[in-house]
């Protein structure tokens, strides 16, 4: 039997395990199975994930005699968007869906955002399994509930808040995963040490290269941590009224710097970005020193993470614009995730909008 770690999401009735190991495609049929309760699965995957995996996803189905169908759609952060959500549904209602019925979402973070949604609206709500296949959805966008597509507006803006029955995250996938998007990634892993986790955070600073060049071992270890600091936040404050905020650390600078980019930088990318100006806007209003600032800019650079916001003069008040949009906004006030020191984040909305001008100008 293969070595699997499990981490356990507890939400009452509606706990989930994220199952963490080597090689699971070869048997998700099995892990499926007392899921789906001898319903039907739709997989829902994207046209840039390898082939031999849907494949090995579909033998394991097959092998268990679960009867599976597929839907294929193009890669990247198009699809999360009103018109593939209708594509997806009109595909599903076609193929003949029911409540009995499980969705699988195999690949990355935008095709589990786009599954998960379509699964909590189509027939009223199915249940759905996540096997995320790059190290960012490992690690963050597949455990936690949050689905959804992008606007116009900004980014995830449209979603629901929809638990999956299962997270598979096996690490096998991401061996064919390009280097861009192994880096890109590990901002989320060293997100919830910058957050929460001091100790992992200086482990990562000793063992982040090698969790990023595919040392097994170590590998296992940042993303089951991760998991654990996610699940434990998320148990805690499911739907964001409080704690789980502190997730979005980099991520208001960051949704910004994407979409202003037309998604040209990944998600990952945008949010080292985020990350770094949020500790530069913490040592601005006195919140932490420099040195743990520069700990946190230092170990990004050193795993090739970009942290240099490339805007023009003329951003400033686009990105402002696409900040006081985000979702989080409560009464015209953005609620920053802002550190004391590593491992010690908290929230603030004191900042206004006339000293943000002040601190983004200081990157022009």
Same mark, same amino acid.
């Given at each position: 039997? !293969?070595?699997?770690?499990? +981490? !356990?999401?507890?939400?009452?009735?509606? #706990?989930?395990?994220?199952?963490?190991?080597?090689?699971?495609?070869?048997i998700c049929g099995k892990l499926i199975k007392p899921i789906t309760q001898m319903g039907d699965v739709l997989i829902l995957t994207e046209n840039k994930v390898p082939?031999?995996?849907?494949?090995?996803?579909?033998? #394991?189905?097959?092998?268990?005699?679960?009867?599976?169908?597929?839907?294929?759609?193009?890669? %990247?952060?198009?699809?999360k968007s009103f018109q593939y959500l209708e594509k997806v549904l009109d595909r599903m209602l076609k193929l003949k869906i029911t409540r009995q019925s499980t969705v699988v979402a195999l690949g990355g973070g935008a095709?589990?955002?786009?599954? %998960?949604?379509?699964?909590?609206?189509?027939?009223?709500? +199915?249940?759905?399994?996540?096997?995320?296949?790059?190290?960012?959805?490992? +690690?963050?966008?597949?455990? %936690?509930?949050?689905?959804?597509?992008n606007s116009r507006y900004g980014k995830n803006l449209v979603g629901s808040f929809f638990q999956p029955q299962l997270v598979i995250a096996d690490i096998s996938t991401l061996k064919t995963l390009p280097k861009r998007q192994m880096i890109s990634g590990y901002s989320e892993i060293v997100k919830y040490g910058i957050i929460a986790d001091r100790g992992f955070f200086s482990w990562l600073e000793n063992n982040g290269s090698e969790v990023i060049n595919h040392n097994k071992? !170590?590998? =296992?270890?940042?993303?089951?941590?991760?998991?654990?600091?996610? #699940?434990?936040i998320v148990s805690a404050d499911e739907k964001e009224a409080g704690i789980r905020s502190l997730l979005?650390?980099?991520?208001? $600078?960051?949704?910004?710097?994407? /979409?202003?980019?037309?998604?040209?930088?990944?998600? %990952?990318?945008?949010?080292?970005i985020g990350m770094r100006m949020a500790v530069d806007l913490s040592v601005n209003r006195k919140f932490c020193n420099l040195e743990e600032a520069n700990r946190v800019k230092n170990h990004?650079?050193?795993?090739?993470?970009?942290?240099?916001?490339?805007? !023009?003069?003329?951003?400033? /008040?686009? =990105?402002?614009?696409?900040? $006081?949009?985000?979702?989080? +906004?409560?009464?015209?006030?953005? @609620?920053?995730?802002?550190?004391?020191?590593?491992?010690?984040?908290?929230? @603030?909305?004191k900042i206004s909008r006339k000293d943000l001008e002040k601190f983004i100008t200081t990157y022009l």
């Open positions: 039997m !293969k070595k699997i770690d499990k +981490v !356990k999401v507890g939400l009452g009735s509606r #706990s989930y395990n994220i199952l963490i190991g080597s090689d699971l495609l070869d082939n031999i995996y849907l494949k090995k996803v579909q033998r #394991s189905l097959t092998k268990q005699k679960i009867i599976h169908s597929r839907i294929i759609l193009p890669s %990247g952060e198009k699809i095709i589990g955002d786009l599954a %998960g949604f379509a699964s909590s609206i189509i027939l009223r709500g +199915v249940n759905y399994i996540q096997i995320p296949t790059t190290l960012l959805s490992q +690690v963050d966008s597949s455990v %936690g509930g949050k689905t959804g597509i071992a !170590k590998l =296992l270890r940042a993303i089951k941590v991760s998991c654990q600091n996610k #699940s434990k979005n650390l980099g991520h208001t $600078f960051g949704h910004a710097l994407e /979409n202003y980019s037309g998604y040209k930088l990944l998600h %990952g990318e945008a949010v080292s990004l650079i050193k795993i090739g993470l970009p942290i240099q916001p490339k805007l !023009k003069k003329a951003a400033k /008040n686009a =990105l402002l614009d696409i900040m $006081f949009r985000d979702k989080k +906004v409560r009464n015209n006030k953005i @609620n920053f995730v802002l550190i004391k020191k590593i491992g010690d984040a908290f929230l @603030n909305d």
